[in-house]
């Protein structure tokens, strides 16, 4: 008893699943629909159905040929191209040219009524994604004859690389994959009449639908429940549906707009609509698009709402929506901004003339282009003398320069300098340090008008011939220095030679600690009080620590420029 239930339950999953379940390709042996070798065809055609004509069979392959009529002008067929409907016209005989010579074709036309058989056909046929697909071939069981051979296009379905079976004239396909499924199949039979041998051909048209589910109600992408669209009076406006449905066999789909007067939905009305539109469709889904025109929206239209209302046969849902009208654009937003704008764009434009000569000054003092050529003198050093400055300058020797040291180097040698000349004589000026520095200890070739210039020219002229020499103008600046008219042209010479680029630098050095006040107070050239604002500067001011005289030291080292005169070209 429990062997008789073992051996039922393996059976029975093969009798549930038929040919596909037994994993075969069940093809009729003794017809292949594409003779071979045979110079002489008789095929039959309904009328009003597709057909294809037959391709020649070569070895593992087919020919493609092209069939002509023979009795008469008419259309030629070549074999394997898009299957025509067939017509009465099309009966006749036909013939191709192969490399074995001359093929003959004898095509008819009947029509359906003469067929003999009533039994009811299905000539489209829907398959179902991932099912078993069953096709029939039309009017099968009118003849007495059972074999069927079975061409998808003009491909034998024997030669198909997927598993596939014909059963009682049946083809399955096992199972059913998809879009590449779709095509016309074509059946073939053998018919004999008065000796001669007919091959029957039918076609059914076959369409693949997705996985046959439950079927489901619609789903509106768009709008979301409740939703608020903003509108403008008098404008144009369109109200929108995006809805997706489940794939049907029988596609009952619809969707539609309705008015709720006073957003009562019990009193609505329907509104006139736009053929949907389909849009991007979802997998195992299909969407459309209906929508509803609003001409010249007005004040009434925001009393109502809106119903999108989409129904198939497993139910329906909605959405209601609203209209609101967009807020105006306020005066400042319209007028104001551009005003402000340009008002901001003139206050610019006047604040950049204004600044035009503080920024010309800027820009020249930090960016420096071209080649001046060579200069006799490094540096033209513009001060102004004491009385105990000349008297404390004779005496003084000049000791070769040391050449160039390291910002470190340079710092600790300028303060043992400091400290030594400064501690024993602390009158020393520091125009005489900064000259013994600058030449003795780092190598610059300086000018100075009382030493190198020749006396007795015009002074102007004397100047700036020596700005026009040098690679840079230093003036060492202090209350003496402003009140002075000489050392105040020889600074606006130099600040004139700078807008005109002929001198590459212009560097200022405090040595008092409130220059703003000196600047305000003092009678300076109106070009010269605004340059003082921007131009480069450093401040060595008495009584200041250590640090912060090193740090003037490093600094003024970074600002000299980057070449120097060699002594013994000039000597």
Known sequence: ????????????????????????????????????????????????????????????????????????????????????????????????????????????????????????????????MGSTGEIPCPAHNCTNNSDVAWYKGNISVSELSRETCVENGHFHLCPVKGKVDEDVYFCDRKVIERGVTWTFRRAVNVNVLPNRTTPKPPNIIYPDANRTEKVELDQYHRLTCDVCFQYEKNISAK?????????????????????????????????????????????????????????????????????????????????????????????????????????????????????????????????????????????????????????????????????????????????????????????????????????GGAYANDVVGAIQRSQMLICLLSADYLCNSNALFVLESGIQALLQKSTPKLLLIWTCRDSATLIQEAPLPSLVQRALKVLPSLNWATGKPTRASCDFWRSLKKAMPNHRVKLESIL
């Open 255 to 455: 969707v539609q707009w309705y008015l709720n007067h006073g957003g009562n939905t019990k009193r609505r009305t329907l509104l006139d609509m736009e053929s949907p539109l389909p849009t991007q469709p979802i997998p195992q889904e299909y969407c459309i698009r209906q929508s509803h025109i609003i001409k010249t929206v007005t004040s009434q239209h925001l009393n109502h709402t809106y119903t999108c209302f989409a129904s198939n046969t497993a139910g329906n849902v909605s959405v209601t929506l609203k209209l609101e009208e967009r807020g105006k654009v306020k005066w400042p937003s319209r007028v104001g901004y551009p005003i402000a704008f340009l008002l901001l764009a003139a206050g610019m434009a006047i604040i950049l003339h204004m600044k035009s000569l503080e920024l010309q000054i800027m820009y020249r003092s930090h960016f420096q282009f071209g080649n001046h050529g060579e200069k006799p003198f490094d540096v033209l050093l513009s001060h102004v003398w004491s009385a105990t400055s000349a008297e404390m300058e004779t005496g003084w020797t000049l000791s070769s320069p040391s050449g160039p040291e390291t910002d470190k180097e340079a710092c600790q040698q300028c303060m043992d300098l400091t400290n030594t000349e400064l501690g024993e004589a602390n009158q020393r000026p520091r125009v005489m340090l900064l000259h013994q520095v600058l030449e003795e200890q780092w190598g610059y070739r300086l000018c100075l008008l009382d030493r190198d210039v020749v006396p």
């Open 1 to 128: 008893m429990q062997t008789g239930h073992i051996l039922f339950f393996f059976m029975f999953p093969i009798v549930l699943e038929g040919c596909c379940g037994r994993n075969q390709k069940k093809v009729s042996a003794g017809l292949t629909g594409l003779q071979q070798d045979v110079t002489h065809q008789h095929y039959r055609a309904v009328e009003g159905e597709s057909f294809m004509m037959p391709c020649i069979k070569s070895g593992d392959g087919y020919i493609k040929v092209l069939w002509s009529r023979t009795e008469n002008e008419g259309p030629s067929f070549s074999c394997g191209r898009v299957p025509f409907v067939a017509e009465a016209k099309h009966t006749g005989k036909y013939k191709c040219l192969t490399s074995g010579g001359e093929l003959f074709l004898h095509l008819e036309v009947v029509e359906k009524s003469r067929i003999g058989c009533f039994q009811p056909e299905k000539s489209d046929i829907e398959l179902y």
